[in-house]
């Protein structure tokens, strides 16, 4: 169902001038033609004028939004569209998504001139008008077209929602699953500062944070304060570039796993509530947000707090073939959804599995009670069932309106937040959408605000609708795996992707340069390069 770029065949004075003109406009790739697909129109490929007054000159090396044609990362290739080339655009209620922009500007205001005259302009624009919303969203910003590593324009969208479980502040029967807040052993090291190469390292603790000795060896781990930290067990790769670790006697070893969790308990963690069913909770852990409902009519909201550092692995439930039904990639520590035109439609209540942002979950053979420091277990301590090694903690969240807060920091918005993969669109961002709404396939095409992430949104083109909360929002979300399309809206003068000049061209289908940046615009603690 691909739709594959034309391969362009360059004489070698045509491919040296190209090559002249790319390196000079500081790109990182030659532009693909544009290709179609399910809510796909023709992109062109013209770079849109810079508005005066917003845009600040290329640097060497660097992709400029609004000058440059095409750049990429290693993750994703940028290539530049007329705002007339999106599909949809001129039909969609900009006035929708214009609180969510909003919101996200609170934010953005701090991560440079750009966005912060930006920002100071839209508080100008006339919030109910969508024609004025559109002009300027035209005049302030530069569209690209996102396709992956293999320029490919399509990928997959899905959706999420805030589930609501039944839950206790006591423990007692069936309220036995405890809902952990972020656990106060919990150690953090800086991949980019560990060494190479997978031995033991002598380390120190300082406050919450892991330092490596340089100078040191196993020989000196006898000394006050030295811990053993062995680099073959971690886990680097992670977005924030934070390894999550803890102490056992004199080592430093990688967090708990949900396993260990389960069936040791979590002593230095705050149980926020007791919920009586496992997979009710992993659901919850996997949206990254929910509501835990008291018997008392009171409602505890819950935030995502962290993760154990352990990568996201579910169980993936089987076809009768013995395939998983849900097709994946593994990409490093990563797993991503690959596209799937088939109906799974007919499972997505079933008792057997569990549908949640596109993934189709086994649910476990045999679950029963787990650990909860100080307490008496209400039957044999077998664990949920549940193989991934990830965990999320939780924290209680302040706003008991609206929705929950996202990864962002920001409440989000049904129906214009969605959930991405911060590495090729940064949090915070506009991203136009298209693809087919749950159910009916009517064309869904709207702008959005990137304002969340999760440990199952993986891949260039990856986007995850936010539906809200109640009934029909958990319903559409849990059917919602659809093909589509995205167009990231850069601010003009925003520097972006950039990369070694050695990096600059790539031919279609050919390897990552090792040059080419991770994330296309790091931000601590969000998306690190190294």
């Known amino acids: 169902m691909y739709t594959q770029s034309p391969i362009f065949i360059f004489s070698a004075l045509r491919w040296a001038a190209v090559t002249a003109a790319v390196l000079a406009a500081g790109c990182a790739n030659t532009p693909p033609a544009a290709s179609s697909g399910a809510g796909s129109t023709t992109a062109s490929d013209t770079g849109t004028a810079t508005a005066a007054g917003t845009s600040r000159p290329a640097s060497t090396g660097a992709s400029v939004a609004g000058q440059a044609r095409t750049f990429s990362t290693q993750l994703a290739t940028y290539t530049s569209v007329s705002f007339d080339a999106v599909p949809g655009w001129a039909r969609d209620d900009f006035s929708d998504s214009w609180p969510a922009f909003l919101g996200s500007c609170k934010v953005l205001t701090g991560r440079g001139a750009e966005w912060k005259d930006v920002c100071a302009r839209a508080l100008r624009v006339d919030s109910k008008n969508s024609t004025a919303i559109r002009g300027f969203f035209e005049q302030e910003f530069s569209a690209y077209q996102i396709r992956d590593d293999d320029r490919k324009p399509d990928g997959v969208v899905t959706g999420y929602f805030e589930p609501e479980i039944a839950g206790s502040r006591q423990y007692a029967a069936p309220f036995i699953y405890p809902v952990y807040g972020q656990p106060e052993d919990m150690l953090f090291a800086d991949a980019r500062k560990l060494p190479a190469g997978s031995g033991t390292v002598a380390a120190r603790v300082e ?42 006697g004199k080592q430093l070893l990688p967090y708990y796993t949900r396993e260990e969790i389960e069936t040791k308990g979590a002593p230095n963690a705050k149980v926020l509530a007791f919920v009586s069913s496992a997979t009710a909770l992993y659901e919850m852990q996997i949206q990254g947000s929910g509501r835990i409902k008291l018997a008392n009519g009171d409602t505890i909201r819950v935030a995502y707090a962290e993760q154990n550092g352990q990568p996201f692995r579910p169980t993936l439930a089987q076809a009768a073939n013995g395939k998983p039904r849900t097709p994946v990639k593994v990409r490093g520590s990563s797993i991503e959804l690959e596209l799937d035109d088939g109906d799974e439609d007919d499972d997505v209540g079933g008792t057997n599995t569990i549908r949640t942002r596109g993934f189709t979950l086994a649910r476990p053979t045999a679950s029963g009670a787990v650990v909860v420091p100080g307490r008496r277990a209400a039957g ?12 999320v903690f939780f924290k209680e969240s302040t706003s008991p309106a609206g929705g929950p807060v996202g990864a962002f920091g920001v409440p989000l918005s049904a129906g214009r937040s969605i959930a991405v993969d911060p590495r090729s669109t940064p949090l915070g961002y506009p991203v136009f959408v298209s693809t087919r709404a749950p159910g009916t396939g009517a064309p869904m095409q709207r702008l959005t605000i990137a304002q969340d992430t999760g440990g199952a949104i993986r891949g260039a083109v990856r986007a995850d609708y936010f539906f809200g909360n109640g009934q029909q929002a958990a319903t559409n979300a849990r059917r919602m795996k659809e093909r589509g399309q995205l167009w990231i809206l850069l ?5 972006v992707a950039s ?14 340069g090792a040059g080419l940046p991770q994330c296309l615009v790091p931000t601590e603690g969000v998306c690190v390069d190294d």
């Not at 977005?239 to 102490?247: A, G, P």
């Not at 990369?499 to 990552?512: C, K, N, Q």
């Open 491 to 495: 601010p003009r003068g925003l520097a």
């Open 499 to 512: 990369a070694a000049v050695s990096s600059a061209i790539r031919t279609r289908g050919g390897p990552v």
């Open 207 to 248: 406050g919450r944070n892991v330092v490596v000795q340089t100078g040191l060896s196993t020989r000196d781990m006898g000394a006050p304060g030295l811990y053993a930290l062995d680099l073959s067990g971690i886990t680097r790769d992670t977005l924030d570039r934070k390894v999550r670790l803890r102490i056992e």
């Open 380 to 391: 044999p301590v077998i664990g949920s069932g549940i193989k991934d090694p990830s965990y």
